[in-house]
Structure formats: C-alpha cells, structure tokens
C-alpha cells in the first residue's frame, strides 16, 4: 500500500457517512479516523462564535485524520518508510551506503532507497542529526510507516 491508496482511503471517507475504515493488504493494516469536528471558540474577532470549552485532544482532533502507524521502538527522530516496498541503504550493490551509524544528515539528504513495483524511491531525511540507528537490513522487506531509522539531534 502506497501513500497514494492512502490518500484514497481518505478520500473515500470523506464521501461517507462513517468515521473510520480500515484496510488489510498483503499483511499491512492501515486504519483511518475520521475525527469529529470541534466548533470554533470565541475570539475578539469573531464573538458570534459557539462558546467552546473543548478538550485539547479535541481542539487537536478538529477536522482531522489519524493514520494509525507503529511508534517508534527507542527515543530519537524516526524516519519511517512511507510506503510497501524493500529497503536498500546503497544506490547499487558495489556503491557506498548512503547513510551508516554515525553519519551526520541533513534535512532533504537522501538516505536510503525503498524499492516499490520495480521504482526506486529515494528516502530523504525529515531532520538534520547524526544516524544513531539503522533499524532495517538491506534487502528486508518493509511497511509503511515501518521506522527505518533512527536519528538523533
């Protein structure tokens, strides 16, 4: 499942009358929450507005979606593949890894490639931090949202 199917899921619910759907393919679930929305608080702008003494969860949870992807095993920023695929850390088998325990990334540095339906997807780093872990072989099959790697500040 890729993050377009996803996006389909949500789509989907947004057409219905139900809160959430849940999906199973290939061994991965992925589940989608559609989230009641919360009436806006009043404001010195917009004093018409309903009184709302809403919880922070639901001030969070207003109007939005919640896919539902396995926490991260340690402390630390997590990079998480971002769809159904194998995990390679090296362009090639006779290149470099792009990224190894210690490696100091930036944020938008490629570094590793997920293999999708014969497409390589180059995985950037959302952080700038050194890799405190590498949490998937080469060559492993992964999920998506599966935590890929670990990087710290």
């Known amino acids: 499942m890729d993050l377009k199917q996803i996006k389909d899921l949500i789509a989907y ?21 559609r989230h009641a929305r919360v009436p806006a608080a009043a404001t010195p702008e917009n004093p018409a507005a309903a009184p709302a003494q809403a919880t922070e969860s639901q001030a969070q949870a207003a109007g939005a979606y919640d896919v539902r992807i396995p926490e991260a095993p340690e402390a630390g920023k997590v990079i998480a593949s971002p769809i159904v695929g194998t995990f390679y850390r090296a362009p090639a088998p006779d290149k470099p890894p792009y990224a190894e325990a210690g490696t100091l990334v930036k944020k938008g540095q490629v570094v590793c490639i997920v293999e999708a339906m014969k497409l390589m997807n180059e995985i950037e780093s959302e952080f700038e931090g050194r890799v405190a872990a590498i949490l998937v072989n080469d060559g492993d099959p992964v999920e998506f949202g599966q935590p890929l790697m670990r990087i710290e500040s």
């Open 13 to 33: 619910l947004e057409g219905t009358a139900f809160g959430e759907v849940e999906v199973e393919q290939e061994g991965l679930r992925v589940k989608v929450v």
